[in-house]
């Protein structure tokens, strides 16, 4: 009788045991469920952004909206005033929350940025110095006028002559280049010298024979780019040598 009563006892002891556990483990289900149901705040575009769109742009292609914590994704955008400066480096779509990485400094997306190649058309690359690039402030996407320095013959006289060859051409990319010292050769490694001149690589897009008299300006003469926006002024171009100069 005495090990009968000693039996129930202890069964009611293991039950009551794992009721306590049972219920402390809903319990902290309820808690867990209830963390990953509290709301948050989250930047999420609700209009398409395109890549190159300044975060001073943003103010009405976003809204801040309440997400699920869970659903929240780390390195997200708080506060748009982290993004002053930036652009988006990619397209963004609605629905997406706003990410600190996917905003870059300009010049970076300059270097890398690039315009396809309109059809017809092909691409080349000229080497120039920054002052020759308006001071290096085009970028892919702008229209540029391009000007050609050259030595010709005129009459049996050699003769400096400057003259814009072509108006509003395409910039399709624009890298920095490499750094050269004016002065200095390999033959002469402590030649006196200047600070170091940066020069870019543009690319531009131009037809065949358009090309051939680019690639003729940069081989036998000198290149210099102006800025050329589509409402410039074209006319009044005229080839320019001493005497128009110095009449």
Do not use: C
């Amino acid at each position: 009788m005495k090990f009968r009563l000693l039996g129930a006892l202890l069964a009611i002891v293991i039950a009551l045991g794992g009721a306590v556990i049972l219920t402390g483990y809903v319990n902290g289900g309820d808690a867990r469920a209830a963390d990953g149901a509290a709301f948050v705040p989250s930047f999420v575009v609700t209009t398409e952004i395109p890549a190159g769109t300044p975060a001073a742009d943003l103010g009405e292609l976003v809204a801040v909206k309440q997400i699920p914590a869970l659903a929240a994704v780390p390195g997200r955008v708080s506060d748009l005033a982290d993004l002053t400066g930036l652009v988006s480096d990619v397209a963004l779509m609605p629905g997406e929350q706003l990410l600190g990485s996917r905003f870059i400094d300009p010049a970076s997306r300059t270097v890398r940025g690039g315009v396809p190649v309109p059809q017809g058309m092909q691409a080349v690359t000229v080497a120039l110095p920054a002052q020759n690039v308006v001071g290096g402030e085009i970028v892919a996407g702008d229209t540029v006028g391009v000007l050609i320095s050259a030595t010709v013959d005129r009459s049996g006289t050699d003769l400096p002559v400057t003259r814009q060859v072509f108006h509003k051409v395409l910039v399709l990319r624009v890298q920095p280049g490499t750094s050269v010292t004016p002065g200095a050769s390999e033959a002469d490694a402590s030649a006196t010298s200047t600070d170091p001149v940066a020069t870019l690589m543009v690319t531009l897009a131009r037809s065949t024979a358009d090309v051939e008299t680019l690639v003729w300006g940069q081989q036998f003469g000198s290149v210099w780019l102006t800025l050329e926006p589509e409402e410039a002024d074209e006319t009044g171009s005229r080839s320019v040598d001493g005497g128009v100069v110095f009449p």
